[in-house]
Every structure is written in structure tokens, then in C-alpha cells.
């Protein structure tokens, strides 16, 4: 199968002599059609900078990335890439929406009747017929994002790279516009690149992971695995009625985190004690005293916390 | 003609959107059209009326006059992004363009129709009106020619000093700087004033090839001045480009984004 | 208001206009690079003027590289986009506040002015010299300027605060400010003495104000009289413009207020 995208080997210099640094240090990875990858990494990571070579807007001091085998920052490559920058607008604000998309379309050689029936088309999956006439200015960030989103789309790119699409919205309005991309994946069958400080935007869209630091993939695998051993932890947070009563141990399986007055913290490995017996007997420890229980699985932000922690 | 259709089509949804503010788009064609008659005939008054020259410095003036507004104008009306080149380089904003399967000069063009130039456009089709009244018809046919060659060398002069902040850190003040500076020496009538070691410096500007050259082309009506001029202007716009995109291989290559980080 | 009133908005808005003037002088390399352009425009006007107007006997080439500086240090530092929309744009944030946004603008586009126009006679003092003209004529310009400096601000910021009014009320009057600069470049003789127009141009030009605000305060710089009118008409004129300008900025202020207060910015 070819791959969507393909890197190999990308350093990316900046400075020189002593002051020389490598942002991207001989990253390579490949993404295939229909794959929707998220691309993580702390702050100066090198994620804008990969994304910018992918993007041909960067060139790599050595290594070379194709997109559907045309070399990046090519005619060709481009015409299959599609961007959503989440601080920065692609849209003329002065210009209605549907004007913005037709220019679009233009620049990306889209011509007349087969120009006309994609915007339609595409406003009609992410809802934003009713938005078409308006000024891009009168737009709430909410609609203006949807409309980036479709402006990306325009061209029916192969690859949409998607950098922070869900910055500065409000939570329906993040929800709304994952569940959009979510249902273009799933018609259009593309691949999506997502970067995102929001790990919900991740754990709803993505279901690879390609983690990053110092310019170097420390992660390349599924989400899911993306935690580890974590992922078997389980984390129960008790409200008691009566706050003398003292915590529960027991050894090895059930693990007192922390206390507060009225609320008990533990933490259980699945694979070594069963959740049901660990809430029996929390449950007969506690007796009446137990007010409300609460279970939750390890995060993936506390999961990156800690590996970003780790390096530092 | 896929470029033409691409800046017909922004062009187009510009008027549009400029349309939509009518408020907005009479005051600042307006605005400009007082402006440059204010200039026009304060330069007029105090330099040449009275003086024994006065009626052919008032055809010269007119005829500078002319040209100078209808080519900047013209520029920064259809394709008036180019002036914002080097804001565009400062503060990224040209990065996707970069991105897409087009030139990224004919983006920075089409992102931007400047509305205020419309007055310059129309006070210099004034000036053209004027002179086929004072001038002889040949003397006008030249005017209306060179308009297109100081155009082009207009053109030239945004992309070069557009391009500055990929080699100087913070270049676009330096770039506003030179752009005022050529207009200027394009704009007040320097064809006449600098003789000998000045003149020779005022070649070595690109004012030779907005505003001397063509003026003198159209004063004279000589084949040789004219081929200077049109041939000027046309190696001007070259180098502009070369320029262009030897500062855009530096960003993409290396240090500017750093810098910038 | 009482005395002890008055005195403190007065201690208030002197400490708020030196406090401006000295912004000037905040950030150097910027505002050299910002006046990097004026010893061009000096440099070019003198040579037009050499070429057409020398011949006229009004002025000698160095006086007059010493006319165009100081007028163009007057007209670059007048009614100024930035310092209009600056005023402007705290317009809605100032009627939550206890002090008057009129007077409080007035006072910092006065000290922003008297600032500019000092920071730029520094560097016209440099520049001066390589232009050819002799230290004498620029030290007696220079002295003669410094005296009128506060008098000139206060009408710079009486035409700059009714522009930040006027935006207030219509957005649409920034596309004006270019036209009406000009309007006072070329009325007020800024490219050259209006002592060499031609008639019947110079007789109109020295009725209008432009002519009060650059061509006299110029022309008594370098020859250390007015042109046509003794010292107490002069002041008597610009008293007048001032009194005018005043009396449009309060009457524009208050409407500017009212139309805000009920409908909003």
C-alpha cells in the first residue's frame, strides 16, 4: 500500500556553529490512507517544525518526506494537502464565506460546475449553508473555525493536517466540530494529522499516536497503548459521611493515595486485583459511612505530564 | 490564464466586499482624489505658475503626475497584497501560502485590493483628460504607454523592498522607508532639478526606472529612450523576483524562523 | 470645581504631558528609524526649490534648508495617525473613569507633539551641517523655534484631539486625515516659503491658518520676523485658532459622549 505520507530520516537544522540546534533529529514515520494519526509532543518539541516541512513550507537540512509519493513542497504534493491552522486564518474576512471558498477552490485549480457542487457539498456536511452570505468578520470563532475546516477540505486533499483546530473554542463548539471531522473521515475515508494541546480532540479523532520530544519520535503506536502500564490502573475516589474513619490497605492491591477530610483516594492494578472485589471490599470497610464512590482510569494528560515531566 | 482567472476572481470578490461598506469606499476614494488634486496643485502653484517655463513644466508635471498615480495605484488597487509583502514575512503570515499549489507572489497579491488607491487611479485618468487638452495627442499616446513600464518597475519595487525582512531582522520599517523614499524621488519632479553627480545617483535608484526613464521617454519621444526605460523596467522586475526567491530559499532553508522563535 | 481642584487636574495633566514628551525619548533606534525619512525630504525640497523658486530672493539655499527642516518637523508631527487613534481608542474606557477623556487626550497629543518635535530638531541639528548650512543660522533658528515649541503644541493638539473626536463619532474620518495633511502641507508652505508663490495665491495662502502654523513660525525662525505681520497679530490669529478649535472640540466631545453613552461604541 502506499502511504499517505512518508518521512525518512528528517533533521532539521536551525543556526549555525556553536549556536547550531536540531529542532527535528532523524524523525522518520509513516502514515497510511484512512489513518487518523495525532502528533504529540510538549512545547518546543519540533511539532511546527515537522509540520512545516510536511508542509513545504520548511525545507529539511537532510532527510526527504513524499505525500502519495510526490516530494513535499511540490506542485503535486500540495494539491493533496490540506491545512487548518488553528492561530492563524486562512479566510479572507472581508470576503462572504462562500467567496472565500470559491477563491480557494481556485487557487487549488477547482473550476467551474465541479467547484460549485463541492463547497455545496461540503457546507452541507459541516453545516454551514445558513453561513455561506455572511461576511468571514461577523463570524463567532466557532463558525469561522468550521468554515476553515471546509476551506481546507475544499480540494478534496488527500491529507488534511489539522494544527490546533479546536484552539480558543468553547466546549460545544469543540464537540460540534470533532464530530464533523470525525463524520468527513468516515465519508471521505482521508487521513488526518492532528496536533493539539487538547488531548480530548485527540482521543476523539485519533487512534494512533506519534509522540515527540527534543526532536526525536520517543512513540509511534496506538493510542491506547500510548499509557502502558497505566492502563490498568484504576483510580477510586470514596466520599465518606463520618471523616475519622481510617483508610483501607490492602497490600500490594489496594493502594491509599491521598486524604482529605471526607474523601478517600486509591489505586488498584486491574491485572493483579479484580475492580469488583477491590469495591466489595471498600464497601465492607466503610459500611454505612460510604457515601458516593467515583472511578476513573489513569488520563492521558496525566500520561504525557509524566512523560514530559520525565524529560525535564 | 489560469493566474488571470485566479486574480479576476479575487478581484471581483474585492469590489464586492468593498461595495458592501459604500460609506467606506466614497470616503476613501475620496479622500485620495482631494489628497493628490491638494498636491497637484500645490506643487503647480508654487513651482511652476508664473515662471517663463511654466506652461511646459505644467504639461511635464501633469504628465509625471499621471503616470506615477495611475501605475502606484493600479498596483496597489488590483494586486495591492504586495505592499503588505514584508508585513506578511514579519509575522507569518505568508507561511501558508507556501503551502499551496500556487506562486505565493500571486497569493500575497490577491489577499489584499487596496480601496483608497481607486482615487489615485481616477485623478490620474483625470491628469490624462487635462493633458489632451495642453499636450499634443503623440505626448499623451507615450504617457498612457510608460504608465504600463513605470507599472511594472512599481511592481519590482514592492517585491524587492517586500523582501527585505527575509535578510534584515525587522526589515519592514527599513523596507516602508525605501518604498517612501523611491516615491518620493519618482514622484516631485527630480528628472528636472538634478544635473551631473546627482542625476548620475538618482540612476542608481529604482526611481531611474518608476519615474525618470519613462518621463523622459515620454518628454522626448527618442526610440533609445524608451527601450532604456521599458527594458529598465523589465530587468528591474526580474531582479525583484530574484531576490524574492533567493530570500524565500533562505527562510525555507534556515534561520529566519528561528530567529523569529 | 474649587481652586484646589483646579490645581491638582492642572498638576495632573502638566505630570501626564511630560510623561508623554519623555515617551519620545523611550525607544531611540525606533524613532530614528521613524524620522530617518526628514533629512531626505529637506534634502530634495531644497534642491526643487534651488531649481525653480532661488531666483525669487527671499531666501538664500542654506536659510532655506533651514525653512524646509523646521516646517518639516512641524508637519510630520501633526495630526499623526497613531497618536489620533491612540487618543481614540481609550474613548469608552475613559467615561468609567474621574478624569475628563477631553483634557487628558489634549494634554498627552500636546506633550507626544512638543516631544516629536524636539527629538526631531536633535537630529536636524546633525543633519543641518552636511546639508551646508552654518551653525550660526541653525542656532538662531533653533533658539527661535524652542520659544514658540509650546505654543505650536497646544494647536497640534487642539487639531489632533478634534481627529480622535471625529473618529469617535465617524469611523470614516481617518480616511480623511491624509487629505487634510496635505490640505495644511500645501497651505501652509511646507514644501516652500509661500513668500515665493506667485500672486494671487500668496496673498490667499497667508489669510488662511495653515499659514500661522508653518510658514510664520518658520519664516521667524530663519529671519527672526514674521512675513507681513508684526508679532501680537500672529499671536492674536493663533489665539483665535485656538479659541475656535476649543470651543468645536467641546461642542463635538459632548456630542461624540452622548451618542456613545445611549448607543454605544
Redesign the interface.
Given at each position: 500500500m502506499i502511504s499517505s505520507l512518508n518521512a525518512k530520516n528528517i533533521i532539521k537544522t536551525f543556526g549555525s556553529g556553536d549556536k547550531a540546534f536540531n529542532a527535528v533529529n532523524d524523525l522518520s514515520f509513516e502514515l497510511f490512507p484512512g489513518e487518523s494519526v495525532a502528533f504529540l509532543g510538549p512545547n518546543g518539541a519540533g511539532k511546527s517544525t515537522t509540520i512545516k516541512i510536511l508542509c513545504g513550507i520548511l525545507s529539511p537540512t537532510y532527510g526527504n518526506a513524499e505525500i502519495n509519493g510526490f516530494k513535499v513542497g511540490s506542485l503535486e504534493a500540495n494539491k493533496q494537502l490540506g491545512l487548518v491552522f488553528g492561530t492563524r486564518s486562512q479566510l479572507f474576512m472581508h470576503m462572504t464565506v462562500f467567496q472565500c471558498l470559491d477563491l480557494i477552490a481556485e487557487i487549488y485549480f477547482l473550476t467551474g460546475t465541479e467547484k460549485k457542487v463541492r463547497i455545496f457539498e461540503l457546507a452541507e456536511l459541516f453545516e454551514i449553508n445558513s453561513l455561506l452570505e455572511k461576511r468571514v468578520r461577523t463570524l463567532s470563532l466557532g463558525q469561522r473555525m468550521r468554515c476553515e475546516v471546509v476551506a481546507a477540505l475544499v480540494h478534496k486533499p488527500k491529507i488534511l493536517l489539522a494544527d490546533e483546530p479546536t484552539i480558543g473554542l468553547d466546549i460545544i463548539a469543540k464537540n460540534s466540530l470533532r464530530e464533523l471531522i470525525q463524520r468527513w473521515r468516515i465519508e471521505e475515508k482521508s487521513t488526518l494529522l492532528l496536533t493539539s494541546h487538547d488531548l480530548s480532540d485527540v482521543e476523539v479523532l485519533c487512534d494512533r499516536c506519534i509522540l515527540i520530544d527534543h526532536g526525536i519520535k520517543k512513540y509511534d503506536g496506538k493510542l491506547s497503548a500510548l499509557k502502558g502500564n497505566l492502563a490498568e490502573l484504576r483510580r477510586i475516589q470514596i466520599t465518606v459521611a463520618d471523616g475519622s474513619i481510617p483508610t483501607f490497605s490492602k497490600e500490594n492491591l489496594i493502594h491509599s493515595l491521598d486524604k482529605e477530610e471526607f474523601i478517600h483516594r486509591y489505586e488498584v492494578k486491574t491485572s493483579k486485583f479484580a475492580i469488583s472485589e477491590a469495591l466489595s471490599q471498600l464497601s465492607k470497610h466503610y459500611g454505612d459511612n460510604l457515601q458516593d464512590i467515583k472511578i476513573s482510569e489513569v488520563s492521558l494528560e496525566e500520561v504525557l505530564a509524566q512523560r514530559y515531566q520525565d524529560r525535564s | 490564464m489560469k493566474t488571470l482567472r485566479l486574480i479576476q476572481l479575487a478581484l471581483k470578490y474585492h469590489w464586492d466586499a468593498h461595495k458592501s461598506n459604500p460609506a467606506n469606499l466614497i470616503a476613501g476614494v475620496l479622500g485620495m482624489v482631494v489628497n493628490n488634486i491638494i498636491v497637484l496643485w500645490g506643487l503647480w502653484a508654487m513651482l511652476f505658475d508664473g515662471k517663463p517655463d511654466g506652461q511646459a513644466l505644467t504639461i511635464y508635471f501633469l504628465s509625471l503626475n499621471a503616470m506615477i498615480t495611475i501605475a502606484w495605484g493600479s498596483i496597489c488597487y488590483f494586486i495591492g497584497g504586495v505592499r503588505s509583502l514584508g508585513e506578511y514575512i514579519e509575522e507569518g503570515t505568508l507561511e501558508p501560502m507556501l503551502a499551496t499549489p500556487r506562486n505565493p507572489l500571486v497569493l500575497v497579491g490577491i489577499s489584499q485590493s487596496i480601496t483608497p488607491a481607486l482615487g489615485d487611479i481616477l485623478q490620474g485618468l483625470c491628469n490624462l483628460v487635462a493633458l489632451f487638452f495642453l499636450a499634443p495627442a503623440d505626448m499623451v499616446f507615450r504617457c498612457i504607454l510608460f504608465t504600463f513600464s513605470s507599472g511594472v518597475a512599481f511592481l519590482g519595487l514592492f517585491i524587492l523592498t517586500g523582501s527585505i525582512p527575509f535578510f534584515v531582522r525587522r526589515g519592514n520599517a527599513l523596507a516602508q522607508l525605501l518604498l517612501e523614499c523611491n516615491l518620493s524621488l519618482s514622484f516631485y519632479p527630480t528628472g528636472k532639478i538634478f544635473t551631473d553627480k546627482g542625476r548620475f545617483l538618482l540612476f542608481l535608484t529604482p526611481a531611474a526606472v518608476t519615474g525618470v526613464l519613462p518621463m523622459q521617454a515620454i518628454e522626448n519621444g527618442h526610440w533609445s529612450t524608451a527601450f532604456i526605460a521599458v527594458v529598465g523596467a523589465m530587468c528591474f522586475f526580474g531582479f525583484s523576483i530574484l531576490i524574492f526567491n533567493l530570500g524565500l530559499k533562505k527562510y525555507q532553508t534556515s534561520s529566519y524562523v528561528s530567529a523569529r522563535a | 470645581m474649587t481652586y484646589a481642584n483646579v490645581l491638582e487636574s492642572g498638576r495632573f495633566h502638566f505630570r501626564h504631558a511630560w510623561f508623554n514628551l519623555r515617551e519620545q525619548f523611550s525607544d531611540i533606534p525606533t524613532a530614528l528609524?521613524?524620522n530617518?525619512?526628514i533629512p531626505?525630504?529637506v534634502w530634495?525640497?531644497s534642491?526643487?526649490w534651488?531649481?525653480?523658486?532661488s531666483h525669487q530672493g527671499n531666501f538664500t539655499f542654506e536659510q532655506v534648508i533651514v525653512y524646509i527642516g523646521i516646517t518639516e518637523l512641524l508637519f510630520m508631527t501633526f495630526v499623526r495617525a497613531p497618536s489620533v487613534s491612540r487618543a481614540s481608542g481609550d474613548f469608552s474606557i475613559s467615561l468609567a473613569r474621574p478624569r475628563s477623556w477631553l483634557v487628558i487626550s489634549f494634554s498627552g497629543l500636546v506633550g507626544r507633539s512638543i516631544g516629536g518635535r524636539i527629538f526631531m530638531l536633535c537630529l536636524l541639528i546633525c543633519v543641518f551641517p552636511i546639508l551646508g548650512t552654518d551653525l550660526a543660522e541653525i542656532s538662531k533658528a533653533v533658539l527661535r523655534l524652542l520659544i514658540l515649541l509650546p505654543w505650536l503644541g497646544i494647536i497640534q493638539g487642539l487639531f489632533a484631539l478634534f481627529f480622535s473626536v471625529a473618529q469617535v463619532l465617524w469611523h470614516?474620518?481617518n480616511?480623511?486625515l491624509?487629505?487634510f495633511g496635505?490640505?495644511f502641507?500645501?497651505?501652509g508652505g511646507v514644501?516652500?516659503p509661500i513668500a515665493?508663490?506667485?500672486e494671487p495665491?500668496r496673498k490667499w495662502l497667508l489669510i488662511l491658518p495653515p499659514s500661522d502654523i508653518f510658514f510664520q513660525p518658520a519664516y521667524f525662525c530663519v529671519k527672526g520676523n514674521f512675513y507681513g505681520i508684526s508679532v501680537f497679530e500672529w499671536f492674536l490669529r493663533t489665539s483665535f485658532l485656538i479659541l475656535v478649535l476649543t470651543v468645536i472640540n467641546i461642542y463635538f466631545f459632548k456630542m461624540a459622549k452622548t451618542r456613545h453613552q445611549s448607543y454605544g461604541g
Open positions: - | - | 528609524a521613524a530617518a525619512l531626505f525630504f530634495i525640497l534642491n526643487v534651488q531649481r525653480f523658486n470614516q474620518t480616511y480623511f491624509l487629505p496635505k490640505i502641507l500645501v497651505l514644501w516652500g515665493d508663490f506667485s495665491w
